[in-house]
Structures are given as C-alpha cells and as structure tokens.
T-cell receptor, first 114, second 111 residues
Framework: DTGVSQDPRHKITKRGQNVTFRCDPI?????LYWYRQTLGQGPEFLTY????????KSRLLSDRFSAERPKGSFSTLEIQRTEQGDSAMYLC????????????FGDGTRLSIL | QQQVKQSPQSLIVQKGGISIINCAYE??????FPWYQQFPGKGPALLIA?????SEKKEGRFTISFNKSAKQFSLHIMDSQPGDSATYFC??????????FGAGTILRVKS
C-alpha cells in the first residue's frame, strides 16, 4: 500500500527565490490537502482539491502561494519570492472524499529560508 | 483563531501508566474528531477517530471519550510504553473537510 509521497523532503533556499513542492496522493484518493506546520504547532490548513478543482483556500495562502492539481493526480505547491516567515514543514494529505474518511499525511517537505 | 484547544502542552508518564490528553472545541458544526500521532521528521499518522453520536471509542490501548454537551473530547493511552513517546494532536472537521488541529501534546513515557 503506497502512502502519500512528498518531494523534496528538505529544501533550503535564499530569501526571494521561488520554490515548488510536489505531492503524490494515495492513488484512489480524490481529495488532496495542503497544510503548513511550524515548530511546536499543529498543522494549519492551506488549501484542498477535489479531483482537479481547488475548492477552498485559507487566508494563510497569500498571493505568493499557488497550488495546482492537473488531471486530479499529483499536486504542486509553489511559493514565489520566499520570505523568512515561509520557513515551515509543508504537509500534504489525501482522502477518499467520502464523509468523515480519514486524511492520510505524507512526511512533508521542510522548507528553510536563509 | 484557535477553534480547538489542547492540553497539556507536555506530559511525562511512567511506563505502564495512563496518558490522558484533553481537547475542547468551539464550533458545534464539527462532526468528526480524529487524533493523530507524530514522530520527529514524520507526518501525522491517524490513531483513532470518533463522531459525536458516540460517547466512547476504543481501539487497542487507545480510547477516545467524547462529551458533546461540554464540547470536549480526550485521548486515553492505557499501559503507556516508551514507544508511545511522540507528539499527539487532536483535530476536528465538518463534513470531512479541512482539519482544524490543536497545538499538540508532547508525551514522554519513562521506562
């Protein structure tokens, strides 16, 4: 059973650079979620997709953030002009989309801004 | 805004003891309450979940107790083991949508 896969696991970049993360959900799952987790805190919701449609975006998702899920399979999260405050763990989760089905998380991408 | 409040922030329990973590929520529209376990460098892993029409759910050594009128729920870990040392998060959602997480509890089980 292949779980949620995220790439890269770690990303170190200079302030002002653009970064892109990839998430491959569990194959039969049609819902895909992005969360952000800072040290000592619980994950915070960023956005989610039902198939290829982006259905909700958090106010945390500024104009510098964009997410896509072409063809309803993998998803990418891009951050443009990175800032120090973007340093965090970016987590992806997927679920089947049926009511109250569990969300399964990947191991995240840790972003460090120099 | 913090819609799910979790306590305590950290907890030390002797091996074989009972670990108890509490959460309180504000939004009465929440209808799904999972608990996640997270080890350093890993993503959260689902432990157990409950719906508000049930007052208690048990899976192995893990039990959720749910008090709908008080808007509170708790995780009990029986016979706690050193391997249970991790960070635990409660969460809540409405209609299977986005999860709202508590701030987490760092559990250390002393052998």
């Amino acid at each position: 059973d292949t779980g949620v896969s995220q790439d890269p696991r770690h990303k170190i970049t200079k302030r002002g650079q653009n970064v892109t993360f990839r998430c491959d959900p569990i194959s039969e799952h049609n819902r895909l979620y992005w969360y952000r987790q800072t040290l000592g805190q619980g994950p915070e919701f960023l956005t989610y997709f039902q198939n290829e449609a982006q259905l909700e975006k958090s106010r945390l998702l500024s104009d510098r953030f964009s997410a896509e899920r072409p063809k309803g399979s993998f998803s990418t999260l891009e951050i443009q002009r990175t800032e120090q405050g973007d340093s965090a763990m970016y987590l992806c989760a997927s679920s089947s989309g049926a009511a109250n089905q569990p969300q399964h998380f990947g191991d995240g991408t840790r972003l460090s801004i120099l | 805004q913090q819609q799910v409040k979790q306590s305590p922030q950290s907890l030390i329990v002797q091996k074989g003891g009972i670990s108890i973590i509490n959460c309180a929520y504000e939004n009465t529209a929440f209808d799904y309450f999972p608990w996640y376990q997270q080890f350093p460098g890993k993503g959260p892993a689902l432990l157990i979940a409950i719906r508000p029409d049930v007052s208690e759910k048990k899976e192995g050594r893990f039990t959720i107790s749910f008090n709908k009128s008080a808007k509170q729920f708790s995780l009990h870990i029986m016979d706690s083991q050193p391997g249970d040392s991790a960070t635990y998060f409660c969460a809540a959602s409405r209609g299977g949508n986005k999860l709202v997480f508590g701030a987490g509890t760092i559990l250390r089980v002393k052998s």
